[in-house]
């Protein structure tokens, strides 16, 4: 009995962070969750909010809602991996109410995913296989609350292997869970890309958010 309690004891001392924290099957499942938890809309927060997302695939991570139809959500992905985009596709589906310049991410992207992917190629236990995202054009010195291009939503992708897997920890400054459809889908592709890359199977996602509120009824996001 005694034998037992301190292996118990030494799996939670050491076990992985993510392992503590609630955990969904699908992206779907996870926005329900925060729709719920967030339903008093407006400017009702929930700060510092983090849960574990166990299936990465395509299938997994697309959550078609009215705002963001699979359509919507291609391109947006699309969008953000620094993909080839028209302007016929700009105009039927880039709006502020799908997340203006806070959702951009896409400048850059193509670089500081090849760095990730050499970071980790390199060594498989770095600690430094970041994505930043936190302004558009320019440094964090220049910080003004008022640019929405510098306030971006999601700051940073850090990604690590876990016994042999890849896994992601994305931090987010705030989350409109009625965004949340168009995160989950770029973020779930941008791993699969770097898995493939890597020739590793794929984690999974924590998902930490300093402010969660409804949708963007909330103000002074």
């Given at each position: 009995?005694?034998?037992?309690?301190?292996?118990?004891?030494?799996?939670?001392?050491?076990?992985?962070?993510?392992?503590?924290?609630?955990?969904?099957?699908?992206?779907?499942?996870?926005?329900?969750?925060m729709r719920h938890l967030t339903r008093a809309g407006g400017d009702f927060t929930i700060h510092n909010y983090a849960a574990v997302l166990e299936d990465l695939s395509e299938d997994a991570t697309t959550v078609e809602t009215e705002l963001f139809p699979r359509a919507a959500l291609d391109f947006y992905t699309r969008w953000n991996l620094e993909e080839k985009i028209t302007d016929?596709?700009?105009?039927?589906?880039?709006?502020?109410?799908?997340?203006?310049?806070?959702?951009?991410?896409?400048?850059g992207m193509r670089r500081k995913?090849?760095?990730?992917?050499?970071?980790?190629?390199?060594?498989?236990?770095?600690k430094r296989a970041s994505i930043p995202i936190p302004f558009t054009d320019s440094g964090s010195e220049t910080i003004d609350w008022r640019d929405q291009g510098q306030t971006k939503c999601c700051r940073e992708l850090y990604l690590y292997v876990e016994e042999g897997r890849l896994s992601c920890t994305g931090v987010l400054r705030v989350q409109n869970a009625s965004i949340f459809p168009k995160n989950i889908h770029f973020f779930g592709a941008l791993l699969r890309r770097v898995a493939a890359d890597l020739d590793m199977e794929l984690g999974v996602y924590t998902h930490v958010v300093a402010s969660l509120c409804h949708d963007r009824s909330a103000t002074n996001c």
């Open positions: 009995m005694l034998r037992r309690a301190a292996i118990i004891a030494r799996r939670r001392l050491h076990a992985p962070a993510h392992a503590l924290l609630p955990r969904h099957k699908t992206a779907r499942s996870l926005y329900d969750e016929e596709e700009i105009d039927a589906y880039k709006t502020p109410e799908r997340g203006g310049a806070q959702g951009d991410y896409r400048r995913i090849a760095n990730a992917v050499d970071c980790l190629r390199t060594h498989s236990n770095s």
